[in-house]
């Protein structure tokens, strides 16, 4: 395993540990002001800004705090620090 593999493995479980314990400055911590971010849910054409990702924890928390769980599945680095994840939401 390479070192970018070892930090980025290392950076989505922080992220991943946040998110479970429901841990908004944790979800945020290592995200830059411009995120832009594509999800399942609306809206289907992205997020666009720190402030609009914050905006769509809340009620994914609300969710979990009811029974859903959350789990990655896979982490694949593909090259240098570019990894991919896919969570399981249930």
Same mark, same amino acid.
């Not at 930090?7 to 998110?19: H, K």
């Not at 666009?48 to 680095?77: K, N």
């Given at each position: 395993m390479t070192?970018?593999?070892?930090?980025? &493995?290392?950076?989505i479980?922080q992220?991943a540990?946040?998110?479970? &314990?429901?841990d908004m400055?944790?979800v945020?911590?290592?995200?830059s002001d411009?995120?832009?971010?594509?999800?399942?849910?609306?809206?289907?054409?992205?997020? #666009?800004?720190?402030? /609009?990702? #914050?905006e769509?924890?809340?009620?994914f928390f609300?969710?979990q /705090?009811?029974?859903a769980?959350?789990e990655i599945?896979?982490?694949d680095v593909? /090259?240098?620090d570019?990894?991919?994840?896919y969570t399981l939401?249930?």
């Amino acid at each position: 395993m390479t070192e970018d593999e070892k930090q980025i &493995r290392a950076l989505i479980e922080q992220w991943a540990a946040a998110v479970h &314990r429901g841990d908004m400055n944790g979800v945020l911590a290592d995200h830059s002001d411009g995120i832009v971010m594509f999800d399942v849910p609306p809206p289907y054409e992205g997020v #666009r800004g720190i402030d /609009a990702y #914050r905006e769509t924890w809340p009620s994914f928390f609300e969710w979990q /705090a009811h029974g859903a769980s959350f789990e990655i599945v896979s982490l694949d680095v593909a /090259a240098g620090d570019i990894a991919y994840a896919y969570t399981l939401l249930c």
